[in-house]
């Protein structure tokens, strides 16, 4: 388990050509200094806890979460796209669970951004919301995370984001026009409320039927939760 240094990140200006919603801004850098001294990246279990994720209503859900609405299995994740750890879940983990659960009908799984590296991820996430849009969000997500660097401040500049959605297949016209626009702001923060709201700490951090795991755990660990899940949902259908 891996925690930062006791040393503040300085959070550079944004280099996107985006209005920044201001409240949103002040939200993203205390996130950013109150972690400082936390956990932050989380490779190993964390205390699980029982808490009941606060609904989440957006018009962009439909295209950014996978799987069948009515399943009996609510899976929620809390990501930040510099997150390694949130890279190593989505490139060997979820495509199992995708595999085995996701798409059998026994998980819903929703993605919440969860801002904790400041304005890069910012950008990112915002981008990502713009290629939703397009009904790209999860092909766009796939190429962030491929070419996620926290160490360099330019892995997610606008210019960059703008070059990721052309790569991925978007009309760049209007990946721009949205990208400028500040109209996924309010879904980020929502996002972010909601982390603070559901317990979140750390990235990544999911919340299964009410139980809270933190950290890319391996694909045993979900699949047990998952599994147990099921059954307790078996049995409150079948008194």
């Avoid at 891996?2 to 200006?13: A, D, T, Y």
């Avoid at 026994?106 to 996430?125: E, Q």
Wanted: glycine share 6%; proline share 6%.
């Amino acid at each position: 388990m891996s925690k930062r240094s006791g040393r503040k990140r300085k959070i550079s200006p944004p280099q996107s050509r985006q209005p920044l919603n201001k409240t949103l801004v002040v939200g993203i850098i205390i996130a950013a200094v109150a972690a400082v001294g936390l956990l932050i990246f989380s490779g190993q279990p964390g205390s699980n806890a029982v808490i009941d994720p606060e609904p989440r209503n957006d018009p962009l859900s439909d295209k950014t979460d996978l799987g069948d609405k009515n399943a009996p299995v609510l899976m929620v994740e809390y990501s930040d796209v510099q997150c390694p750890f949130c890279g190593r879940f989505h490139k060997n983990t979820l495509p199992l669970i995708i595999e085995n659960y996701i798409d059998t009908g026994k998980v819903y799984f929703v993605y919440r951004n969860y801002i904790i590296l400041g304005l890069p991820s910012f950008r990112a996430a915002k981008a990502a919301l713009c290629a939703a849009e397009q009904d790209s969000f999860w092909p766009y997500h796939d190429y962030l995370f491929a070419n996620q660097d926290e160490s360099d401040p330019t892995a997610f500049s606008s210019e960059r984001l703008e070059i990721f959605a052309d790569r991925v297949g978007m009309d760049t016209d209007a990946f721009r026009v949205c990208f400028i626009d500040d109209r996924t702001n309010d879904q980020i923060e929502i996002d972010v409320d909601l982390a603070t709201k559901d317990g979140a700490e750390s990235t990544p951090t999911f919340i299964i039927n009410g139980t809270l795991i933190r950290g890319a755990q391996d694909y045993e660990v979900f699949e047990e939760q998952i599994e147990a899940a099921l059954a307790l949902a078996a049995e409150s259908s079948n008194p």
